[in-house]
């Protein structure tokens, strides 16, 4: 009884997200001459020379203000996460009030997390910016199931946030008979729309499958924080013909993008972040094809500013402008989370990416899951997960396929298990890299 009417007070909840997101960016899009084409160097100048006024690591390197983005990647220094926490204070408004901000952490993935002081006000923007984005899929700020991070007591099969709109899962639950639960609660409540890890949403689709269960009724996966890897697509958008919107963003809350109705690369958000992609010589990328790493700068944190941010992610350039929306923003594709956390080491000190390691996609529906563990140069462990349908045969496809891939440069060996771990945090690694580079 408490849980039905929690859904009820949910579903009667009109403010948030609906106003306050969709109905939000559609006045932006309709009244805002600039919402196709937004400039956001003002945004820029106005957030870099509050920084060189106010902020002491800026302060004391003694600069001039700036009067435009060329003066701001002339003068500006790029940081990264190791130069923050050397000296963490000095990257942070002095004497800030506690009630103004929420405290939050990097995910930790390339080593000791990064503390964040982000203004409380903050989130109505990203919420903005998310929702304007999910509404690219369909998503009318309906009640939607949350697949993710949050561990439930026992036998509790779900909790509600009628602020946020959501019934949450646990996301560290993948016993069959609770996949069972959460498709009956779906189910019968209507709910359309499922937000979740991409691992969670494959690991909930490989039951959607095993179980023959009408899939019919789920119209999206809104899936952030983890890569979205072919084999997820494949079983997901290929086999069982449901849409996933994809997003990029980070805990630095730096850049934000996804794709929008008819065009799956990135594009990036101007009004939330503002983007450069850089070479090895730190110049911007504007060649498409060319891979640079992400360097975010943030327009809204006044109280934790970050310039010129290495974001420690890479990817690849498509081009400015996006015929199907008819915007001018940036557009991304081929995002490589955490570059170093993705480099499987040879035997010679070369490399190769997991993305060049790309089972076909026969090979994809044979298994269930798939990651790499990497402890020493040279050799390399590869957990398997069997589907249905693995024989002798594709074994060999797959020893086929990793001598190629590898060059002969790489021992490596397979091994079979029920189920690839995730992490603490609830996401899933494909590759867990033990070597520093």
């Known amino acids: ?64 203000p700036i009067k435009s983005l060329l003066e701001f990647s002339a003068k500006i220094p790029i940081i990264d996460k190791d130069i923050i926490m050397n000296d963490w204070k000095s990257f942070v408004l ?18 000791k997390p ?39 007591k026992p036998n509790q099969i779900f909790t509600v946030n009628p602020l946020k709109k959501e019934i ?42 095993s179980t023959n269960k009408d899939t019919s009724i789920i119209k999206g996966f809104l899936c952030g924080s983890e890569g979205l890897t072919e084999l997820q697509s494949a079983l997901i958008k290929k086999e069982l013909k449901i849409p996933i919107y994809n997003w990029y963003g980070h805990s630095e809350k730096l850049i934000l993008g996804g794709p929008c109705k008819n065009n799956d690369v990135i594009h990036v958000e101007p009004t939330y972040g503002y983007f450069e992609l850089l070479n090895e010589n730190n110049q911007q990328i504007k060649t498409p094809g060319e891979i640079g790493e992400i360097v975010g700068t ?41 570059w170093n956390k993705n480099k499987i080491y040879l035997i010679d000190n070369t490399y190769v990416t997991i993305t060049a390691l790309n089972l076909h996609s026969d090979l994809y529906l044979k298994i269930n899951g798939i990651q790499y563990i990497q402890k020493e140069k040279g050799e390399l462990e590869i957990l398997i997960v069997k589907g249905d349908g693995f024989t002798n045969e594709t074994e060999n496809l797959f020893i086929s ?15 079979y298990t029920d189920i690839v771990t995730k992490e603490a945090n609830g996401k899933f690694l494909p590759l867990k890299q033990h070597i520093k580079e």
């Open 1 to 64: 009884m408490k849980n039905s009417f929690l859904i009820l007070v949910t579903r009667l909840n009109f403010i948030f997200p609906y106003y306050l997101g969709v109905k939000f960016i559609k006045y932006k899009q309709y009244f805002n001459k600039n919402y196709k084409k937004y400039d956001n160097s003002f945004d820029v100048i106005n957030a870099t020379n509050y920084s060189i006024r106010n902020i002491p690591y800026y302060k004391k390197l003694g600069l001039e």
């Open 94 to 111: 002095p004497n800030y009030s506690n009630k103004n901000v929420v405290e939050g952490t990097t995910g930790g993935t390339s080593g």
């Open 114 to 152: 990064l503390r964040l002081i982000i203004p409380k006000a903050r989130h109505v923007v990203e919420l903005n910016t998310m929702n304007s984005m999910w509404n690219q899929i369909g998503w009318r700020g309906e009640v939607r199931a949350v697949i993710r991070n949050k561990q439930l």
């Open 168 to 209: 949450i899962f646990d996301g560290f639950n993948t016993d069959i008979s609770y996949y069972e639960k959460i498709y009956n609660t779906i189910k019968k409540y209507n709910i359309k729309f499922i937000h979740a890890y991409p691992s969670s949403a494959y690991q909930f689709s490989l039951f959607l499958k």
């Open 298 to 338: 943030g327009i809204h944190n006044t109280f934790m500013p970050f310039l010129r941010y290495r974001t420690g992610d890479f990817a690849e350039y498509v081009g400015n402008y996006c015929k199907h929306c008819d915007r001018h923003l940036p557009l991304i594709k081929n995002i490589q989370g955490r």
């Open 401 to 415: 396929h990793f001598d190629k891939s590898l060059l002969t440069k790489c021992n490596y060996i397979i091994k």
